[in-house]
């Protein structure tokens, strides 16, 4: 006669607990103004990249008698040096910075959240050999050595993505063993230790739900500053190169007309602006929210 395993009272109050405090969570973020302004300015800002190809104007057709128009009815933003349409590029390398930005965080938060939860869930020796590969590469000043790397292969959207990505975990890593190690003392994971619960259930059921809240705070702040460092590079002229465009290399193209076209450098730095200033804001108000959750 087989008894059926009832549910632990432990793992059933922690799981009432944990729903409490997502509820509280989501309460303060949605009552937030901060957040609302960030999460709406970012809405309407990647939506308006994404369909940018309603815009009539070609971002890479060039009209040198359109010539560094300023902003009027037809352009409202301007043209370039060589007569494209400024808003338009701006959306297109809107989609460039954005996706850099996104695609860079999700490898270091993949990387990260894999180091940082073995490194604090098995402790010990691999805890500390983790650590010192990890206090190794935060050593290395990572823009310098950004530069170097993309400098020496091919440019690209692609070798960027992987380059910030690979150079950014460190600090998630930190902050998901911090996590870990809180994590795996609680009640409801000693007990599905004893139960017979397999380590990879327990991390994979347990420690990254549980610590998935710092996980998004980081992962929000680490987007801002991918976007600033791939601004940075295409600035310098190794980032995205031509005829594509991203707001650091439009930056960069506007610096021979600062004085007789102000607004070529004033639009994107206004984009890169606004963009960093939200996702900013907005990891400043979850981490406060999770705060409050705590």
């Known amino acids: ?24 969570f989501w309460r303060y973020l949605l009552t937030n103004r901060r957040a609302l302004f960030a999460i ?27 010539k560094l128009i300023p902003p009027n009815g037809s352009h409202w933003f ?12 701006l959306l297109y390398g809107g989609r460039i910075s954005l996706a850099v930005g996104v695609l860079s965080m999700l490898i270091t938060i ?23 590969f990890l206090d190794i ?12 790397l993309n400098a ?23 902050i998901v063993r911090a996590e870990t190690l809180t994590l795996k003392e609680r009640e409801f994971i000693l007990y599905s230790k004893t139960a017979g ?6 991390i994979r ?23 600033l460092t791939e601004s940075a590079l295409s600035f310098l002229g190794l980032g995205v190169q031509q005829p594509n465009a991203s707001w650091g290399s439009m930056l960069n193209n506007a610096q021979g007309y600062i004085g007789d076209a102000t607004y070529l450098a004033l639009f994107p730095g206004l984009f890169i602006l606004l963009t960093i200033l939200a996702f900013n804001v907005l990891g400043d108000v979850l981490r406060k929210a999770l705060s409050r959750r705590d």
């Open 1 to 24: 006669m087989k008894i059926k395993n009832k549910t632990n009272p432990l793992v059933q109050q922690a799981e009432t607990i944990y729903a409490a405090r997502e509820q509280s």
């Open 205 to 227: 059921k347990h420690i990254i739900p549980n610590a998935m809240p710092s996980i998004v705070v980081a992962a929000s702040l680490n987007i801002a500053s991918a976007i």
């Open 137 to 148: 590469f935060m050593s290395i000043p990572s823009f310098f050595l950004l530069m170097i």
């Open 152 to 174: 020496y292969l091919k440019p690209g959207i692609g070798n960027i993505i992987v380059i910030i990505g690979l150079l950014s975990w460190m600090d998630v890593a930190r």
């Open 78 to 89: 301007g043209t370039d040096d060589h007569g494209r349409d400024y808003l338009t590029r």
């Open 110 to 132: 993949v990387v990260g959240t894999t180091v940082g939860t073995l490194s604090g869930y098995f402790g010990g020796i691999i805890d500390n050999i983790m650590m010192r």
């Open 40 to 66: 709406i300015l970012l809405i309407v800002l990647t939506l308006a990249c994404i369909f940018a190809f309603l815009s009539p104007y070609d971002p890479n057709a060039l009209s040198i008698q359109d």
């Open 197 to 202: 619960g397999k380590i990879w259930h327990i």
